[in-house]
């Protein structure tokens, strides 16, 4: 019953941006904030109703937005992305999965059918917000970790993609590709994929088979075109030709891959794992950004950088000064260094605008309970 329970209050939680925020919508974390009018700090509580008055203090106060409980809330609460697409894509994922295991059986055009509408959904979702930045708290709530992972990089594929400019087609494939290009790792022993310890040199070699299997049995099968078929075989290949199955270099990995490849390794980074625990936003980022022109093609990081909110709106951070801070908004292009709002003064710095705050970092994202990333002890 506490998991049913635990998945339902995370389930309820969706992030509204300041500009959808209603009266009635039901705060589902606190949200402390500066506000410029009465120029004091000011904290609204969990479970509180936002009242009109609220709503404009928070647009005055440029937070980005506020997470808010879809049940309780008295008006409709729109989302990005929203839970019942989520929901309806880890279970086509799902279905998939259990036929591609299945040798009597295999994956069968109808399981690729409903992840291709999932796809189009998600493309909908974020087309829709186009100017929003993918927050990734917000799609990483579980970590059930193939099938969440899938979704999470097939949510950031997309958004580099738009941000790329690709068309409707393209993001349709890319998308496709996004969900399954790890579905091959379900063929793989359990205890090779969750071993705490160091992989053998031949346990590694199984798990380097892994984009094989998944674009061999859906293109045998006539399930995927070529470009989906290259960009799953090839999402670890990397630039420089150290990657794998096929040390591909440069041009000759697929474009998608290469989308695939950036939101592969930042969701890996960041997620928890049998063997390590994740690396915190800003130094996954960094990792990303060291790997540019080697690994990863320039373009598509820059795309990413533009597109992720490693700090969401409201998280509480720990900068280099010692002071705590909430974060009250995001920059394009500045991911590391948003608007911050000091916990306990009435200050707030902005890391990206303000000269005399150059020598602040934010040295460690402080986890909200409730959305991290723990789940899988529960
Ligand atoms: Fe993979």
Same mark, same amino acid.
């Given at each position: 019953?506490?998991?049913?329970?635990?998945?339902?209050?995370?389930?309820?939680?969706?992030?509204?941006?300041?500009?959808?925020?209603?009266?009635?919508?039901?705060?589902?974390?606190?949200?402390?904030?500066?506000?410029?009018?009465?120029?004091?700090?000011?904290?609204?509580?969990?479970?509180?109703?936002?009242?009109?008055?609220?709503?404009?203090?928070?647009?005055?106060?440029?937070?980005?937005?506020?997470?808010?409980?879809?049940?309780?809330?008295?008006?409709?609460?729109?989302?990005?992305?929203?839970?019942?697409?989520?929901?309806?894509?880890?279970?086509?994922?799902?279905?998939?999965?259990?036929?591609?295991?299945?040798?009597?059986?295999?994956?069968?055009?109808?399981?690729?059918?409903?992840?291709?509408?999932?796809?189009?959904?998600?493309?909908?979702?974020?087309?829709?917000?186009?100017?929003?930045?993918?927050?990734?708290?917000?799609?990483?709530?579980?970590?059930?970790?193939?099938?969440?992972?899938? $979704?999470?990089?097939? =949510?950031?594929?997309? +958004? @580099?993609? !738009? *941000?790329?400019?690709?068309?409707?087609? &393209? %993001?349709?494939?890319?998308?496709?590709?996004? $969900?399954?290009?790890? =579905?091959?790792?379900? +063929? @793989?022993? !359990? *205890?090779?994929?969750?071993?705490?310890? &160091? %992989?053998?040199?031949?346990?590694?070699?199984?798990?380097?088979?892994?984009?094989?299997?998944? +674009?061999?049995?859906?293109?045998?099968?006539?399930?995927?075109?070529?470009?989906?078929?290259?960009?799953?075989?090839?999402?670890?290949?990397?630039?420089?030709?150290?990657?794998?199955?096929?040390?591909?270099?440069?041009?000759?990995?697929?474009?998608?891959?290469?989308?695939?490849?950036?939101?592969?390794?930042?969701?890996?980074?960041?997620?928890?794992?049998?063997?390590?625990?994740?690396?915190?936003?800003?130094?996954?980022?960094?990792?990303?950004?060291?790997?540019?022109?080697?690994?990863?093609?320039?373009?598509?990081?820059?795309?990413?950088?533009?597109?992720?909110?490693?700090?969401?709106?409201?998280?509480?951070?720990?900068?280099?000064?010692?002071?705590?801070?909430?974060?009250?908004?995001?920059?394009?292009?500045?991911?590391?260094?948003?608007?911050?709002?000091?916990?306990?003064?009435?200050?707030?710095?902005?890391?990206?605008?303000?000269?005399?705050?150059?020598?602040?970092?934010?040295?460690?994202?402080?986890?909200?309970?409730?959305?991290?990333?723990?789940?899988?002890?529960?």
């Amino acid at each position: 019953m506490l998991k049913l329970r635990r998945i339902k209050e995370l389930t309820d939680l969706v992030f509204v941006r300041s500009e959808e925020l209603l009266a009635g919508m039901c705060l589902a974390r606190d949200i402390h904030f500066y506000d410029p009018s009465s120029q004091s700090a000011m904290v609204l509580k969990t479970g509180q109703k936002l009242t009109d008055m609220q709503v404009t203090q928070l647009c005055s106060a440029k937070l980005d937005g506020a997470y808010v409980d879809t049940v309780r809330s008295e008006v409709r609460v729109v989302s990005s992305i929203n839970q019942q697409i989520r929901r309806e894509a880890i279970s086509n994922i799902h279905s998939l999965a259990d036929n591609f295991i299945d040798s009597s059986k295999g994956v069968q055009k109808g399981d690729v059918e409903a992840i291709g509408n999932t796809t189009q959904e998600l493309i909908d979702s974020l087309s829709s917000h186009k100017d929003i930045l993918i927050n990734i708290a917000d799609i990483k709530m579980y970590d059930d970790y193939t099938y969440h992972h899938s $979704l999470s990089v097939a =949510i950031m594929a997309i +958004a @580099i993609g !738009i *941000e790329l400019g690709l068309d409707n087609e &393209r %993001l349709n494939e890319l998308g496709l590709a996004g $969900l399954l290009h790890d =579905i091959g790792k379900v +063929a @793989i022993p !359990i *205890e090779i994929i969750t071993k705490p310890d &160091r %992989l053998t040199r031949e346990e590694f070699d199984i798990i380097k088979m892994h984009p094989v299997h998944a +674009a061999a049995h859906l293109h045998e099968r006539n399930l995927v075109n070529e470009n989906i078929f290259r960009g799953i075989v090839g999402h670890h290949e990397k630039l420089d030709g150290s990657g794998y199955p096929n040390h591909l270099k440069g041009d000759e990995i697929h474009p998608y891959a290469r989308i695939l490849a950036v939101a592969d390794v930042y969701d890996a980074l960041t997620s928890n794992r049998p063997y390590r625990i994740p690396n915190p936003p800003n130094e996954a980022i960094e990792m990303v950004m060291g790997s540019m022109g080697t690994h990863f093609d320039e373009r598509v990081v820059r795309a990413f950088l533009r597109k992720v909110a490693p700090f969401p709106t409201g998280s509480r951070v720990k900068l280099s000064n010692g002071e705590t801070a909430y974060v009250m908004k995001n920059y394009p292009d500045q991911p590391l260094r948003p608007l911050v709002a000091v916990i306990g003064a009435d200050k707030v710095y902005d890391l990206s605008l303000d000269q005399s705050c150059l020598n602040i970092v934010i040295v460690e994202l402080i986890e909200d309970k409730k959305i991290n990333r723990t789940l899988i002890n529960m």
